[in-house]
Nanobody, 124 residues
Framework: VQLQAFGGGLVQAGGSLRLSCAASGRTFSSYTVGWFRQAPGKEREFVAAISWSVTDTDYADSVKGRFTISRDNAENTVLLQLNSLKPEDTAVYYC??????????????????WGQGTLVTVSS
């Protein structure tokens, strides 16, 4: 599976962006997909994840109520809608995919495939 994240950009605080993760590979629809982010000088952190069946989602506390993850398996795409953005949301956002059960989602090392990242910058 190859992943490509895009949709980042510069936005003012309170604004919105929509990130996309496009995947190649026929088995993509069977994978859990997660979004992570890494701010300068900080460790990579979990943002959100969605199960292959679309029935389960999980979010970091810091983004609950502001970010929404969704997927379209027919289009091999996972979206992350970012609303009410804050300067502390500034980071490079990565999408990642993995098989297995829908647990331990916050652990980056459990993901097998990673996209290249897209930069989100939120100005105050």
């Amino acid at each position: 599976v190859q992943l490509q994240a895009f949709g980042g950009g510069l936005v003012q605080a309170g604004g919105s962006l929509r990130l996309s993760c496009a995947a190649s590979g026929r088995t993509f629809s069977s994978y859990t997909v997660g979004w992570f982010r890494q701010a300068p000088g900080k460790e990579r952190e979990f943002v959100a994840a969605i199960s292959w069946s679309v029935t389960d989602t999980d979010y970091a506390d810091s983004v609950k109520g502001r970010f929404t993850i969704s997927r379209d398996n027919a289009e091999n795409t996972v979206l992350l809608q970012l609303n009410s953005l804050k300067p502390e949301d500034t980071a490079v956002y990565y999408c990642a995919a993995r098989g297995g059960r829908f647990n331990l989602l916050q652990l980056a090392q459990t993901y097998d495939y990673w996209g290249q990242g897209t930069l989100v910058t939120v100005s105050s």
